[in-house]
């Protein structure tokens, strides 16, 4: 008989993959549901953004803690290809669409048509989705896409309206897995995830990073995500 | 954002969509149709899908990876490509419940055109299939170039998207690097290979480079590659089996073992690689893994298009090998072999060249138990078969056979399995080498000998264009080695090049006549497409004669 102890983060990411599957489902019908709901009536159908809402957090959680603990065994696969930014964008944007409906919340999206780059499409989408789905809690009205080149560096910025990141947060950028904070029940475990996804990404000597900043686009918070 | 800035029509698009969950296909077929969609099929098994494709031909596939039991999305989209299913311009897309980069890295040679990951809506499922409409539409001179197997065309092509720096620049470079090593032109490749991969670690083009370097004879370099790929991605399953050639290339099977084992133990369910696995244990003389490793290239490739009667026969050989430890093992062994063969008999019923080799393993496993009236029977029986087969054996399955023949006390049937195989192989060192063996004559090795000297002039000849030198000593070694089947092509070859300049309908007579001395090679022979090229054109010579 093996060690129960030892089998457990094997039968961990198992169930995780089984409720994820469950979720997806789950998700796909929601979806349908609103589908069904007649287009004038969706803004500010408060009960069915808040089942959108958090079951994409759930979905988002579990993607990442899979992918985090196949990192841990270097089993996370790394697919560096050449992709369109806008229509990776736009394609982002299009996933929250009827959230974003429902909680009333204006998308703007900033990119040039022309702008390819080399990143993992997936795993650059789980990052970005977990922040959009972050903001869309936080953002007061508006939400900012934005990809652009900066000093050689490809540059996706995810801005809200709300009231930014919490000084602590932003001080201690590096060290995002303070430990839960009970007001918010954040684990800092998207952020943590997003550094580490960036780091993946490399050209020559330098990699990516992750960085948080307050009121330069909107209002509100604004994250960073650097990709040589 | 509902409606769309492009205007692609999907009115007259054929579907098809394929999920195990019923729930998932009729919520994916809603969507289909909310984009215009009329023509819609749905299937719920790789299987299901498979059959459907044969009928028609679809533009547009929706499959999810995970499908239960049986084919999964990837051995699906495999089997479409290699039955050729699929039209070049046509769309699959992998519907997948979590991150796809496993299923890419593990399978980089059979792509879909797009992973898409489940949840997703309508809008973003839209705008996807537009973007893959508008890069067919765009590319549609170069599918259509490649369906015809115009690769000088399609390079061209290529070049021209490269040049004008378009949005499919990239996809058009890494076409163009595959193309280029298709036709060999290693050093082309590999300069377009490394400047992609030189500073990013970009999967395919790293892979690419490396393959390249073997492809041009560097093993030592290529080792090196293949190690840095793998470290630097070591879930990119391909570059094992890339390393694990190189190492045998070296000289260093224990070692292509021990990366391949690696390889199996990220990536369990490739059939080619268990399969190759197997190979290289066996010789190794690892008979355990040996046996594991043709069980699971037997048991995954139920379900695939690699499903091949070599695993079957090879696991039974390896378990026949096995037998004599203790009773009870042996007893379940001999049980295998049984199941094995019969299930190997029951799917390949009419290949005359698997019953003879099923009846020669259970012969052997009938020798193993002491049984010879069974082993006497299975071996008359084979040599049998052996004489209705209508083509020759490849030289490894040759020398299985010889092998097997011997050992049931067949060794005249032994010689003229290898002395048939000689005639067309005799450039093959293994089979010259088992030949000699059993041949006290050697006159036919000697003879071969002068052949392929006679042949490597020619060959030198040819390349200078005088070919009235070469065809003197191409037609002298063709004399000598009348069935060899390099000698006999390159013969041809020179009779057809001769012909262009001199039209003399002898030649195009003398040149079908060496042609038919090669008729029976083996269709799985590497040269066997050259063949058929080479009797086409004289065929069509002749007529327009």
């Known amino acids: 008989m093996s060690d129960p102890a030892a089998l457990f983060p094997t039968v961990l990411a198992s169930s995780v993959h089984d409720i994820k599957n469950s979720l997806g489902m789950l998700l796909q019908s929601l979806e349908a549901v609103v ?48 992709h369109m930014v806008a229509d990776f964008l736009q394609e982002q944007g299009l996933r929250n669409q009827n959230l974003l409906t429902l909680k009333q919340i204006e998308l703007e999206l900033d990119v040039d048509d022309e702008l390819a780059w080399y990143f993992d499409y997936d795993l650059i989408a789980s990052v970005i989705d977990n922040i959009v789905t972050n903001s869309i809690r936080y953002t007061h009205s508006k939400l900012l896409l934005r990809a652009c080149v900066e000093d050689n560096q490809l540059v996706f910025v995810v801005a809200d309206d709300g009231p930014g990141y919490p000084r602590a947060m932003l001080e201690q950028s590096d060290k995002y897995l303070l430990g839960i904070n009970r007001s918010t029940g954040s684990t800092g475990l998207g952020l943590f995830f997003a550094g580490e996804i960036a780091r993946l990404h490399r050209h020559g000597e330098q990699h990516g990073r992750v960085e948080l900043r307050n009121g330069q686009c909107l209002p509100g918070g604004e994250f960073r995500l650097y990709l040589p | 954002m509902d409606e769309h800035p492009t205007m692609i029509s999907y009115a007259d698009k054929s579907f098809l969509i394929l999920d195990d969950f019923p729930e998932f296909r009729r919520s994916l077929r809603t969507m289909v149709q909310q984009l215009g969609a009329e023509d819609i099929d749905l299937a719920a098994t790789g299987e299901e899908a498979i059959s459907l494709c044969a009928n028609r031909r679809y533009d547009i596939i929706l499959s999810d990876y995970n499908l239960g039991e049986g ?60 973007k893959l409409m508008e890069k067919r539409l765009a590319l549609a001179d170069i599918d259509q170039a490649l369906e015809k197997n115009d690769t000088a065309r399609a390079i061209e092509l290529c070049d021209r998207e490269i040049q004008s720096k378009s949005r499919y620049a990239l996809a058009c470079l890494r076409t163009k690097a595959e193309l280029l090593e298709q036709e060999e032109r290693f050093d082309e490749a590999a300069k377009i290979y490394a400047s992609l991969s030189a500073d990013r670690p970009v999967p395919w083009a790293m892979l690419g480079l490396a ?52 390889a199996v133990r990220r990536s369990p369910k490739a059939v080619l690689r268990q399969s190759e696995l197997g190979k290289i244990a066996s010789e190794n003389g690892d008979l355990e893994t040996a046996t594991r490793a043709f069980r699971q290239a037997v048991n995954l490739g139920r379900h695939s298009i690699h499903k091949n009667p070599d695993n079957y026969l090879k696991l039974a050989d390896c378990l026949v090998k096995g037998i004599g430890s203790n009773p009870v093992e042996d007893k379940r062994s001999s049980d295998e072999v049984m199941k094995t063969l019969h299930e190997l008999d029951t799917d390949y019923k009419g290949d005359k060249q698997i019953s003879m080799r099923s009846l020669l393993t259970q012969g052997s496993l009938a020798k193993k138990q002491n049984r010879s009236k069974d082993a006497e029977n299975a071996a008359v029986g084979a ?67 002068q052949a392929l000297n006679l042949n490597g002039l020619g060959i030198t000849e040819f390349e200078q264009k005088k070919y009235d030198d070469a065809l003197l000593h191409f037609r002298e070694a063709v004399k000598l080695a009348p069935r060899n089947i390099s000698i006999v092509l390159n013969t041809a070859q020179t009779l057809v090049e001769k012909y262009r300049l001199q039209p003399d309908a002898r ?31 004289t065929q069509q010579l002749k007529q327009a004669h």
């Open chain 1, 35 to 82: 589908e069904r709901v007649p287009p004038e009536q969706r803004p500010g159908f408060h009960e069915l953004a808040v089942l959108q809402y958090e079951a994409a957090r759930v979905n988002n959680s579990l993607v990442q803690l899979l992918a985090l603990y196949k990192l841990d065994n270097q089993q996370l696969p790394l697919n560096i290809g050449y």
């Open chain 2, 71 to 130: 084919k999964d999305g990837q051995q699906v989209l495999e089997e479409l490509i290699e039955r050729k299913l699929l039209r070049r311009g046509a769309i699959f897309v992998m519907t997948t419940a979590e991150n796809s980069t496993a299923m890419v890295m593990g399978a980089l040679e059979y792509q879909p055109d797009a992973y898409i990951t489940k949840p997703f809506n309508k809008v973003a499922l839209q705008a996807r299939l537009d």
């Open chain 2, 211 to 262: 393959r390249v370097t073997l492809g041009k004879g560097e093993a030592e370099a290529a080792r090196k590659q293949f190690e840095d790929v793998i470290k630097q991605l070591p879930t990119l399953t391909p570059a094992y089996d890339g390393l694990a050639k190189t190492w045998v290339g070296l000289g260093e099977p224990i070692k292509a073992q021990q990366v391949l084992l690696e």
């Open chain 2, 383 to 449: 040599s049998k078969l052996l004489k209705e087969l209508d083509s020759g054996l490849a030289p490894s399955i040759a020398l299985e056979v010889a092998e097997k023949f011997q050992t049931l006390g067949k060794t005249e049937v032994a010689r003229d399995v290898l002395q048939n195989c000689a005639e067309l192989y005799s450039d093959n060192d293994q089979i010259r080498a088992k030949f000699a063996e059993l041949e006290t004559d050697s006159n036919v090795m000697k003879q071969t000998d």
């Open chain 2, 507 to 537: 030649l195009l007579t003398e040149c079908q006549g060496y042609l038919d001395q090669v008729r029976s090679m083996p269709t799985d022979d590497k040269r066997y497409k050259r063949f058929q090229g080479l009797l086409q054109l």
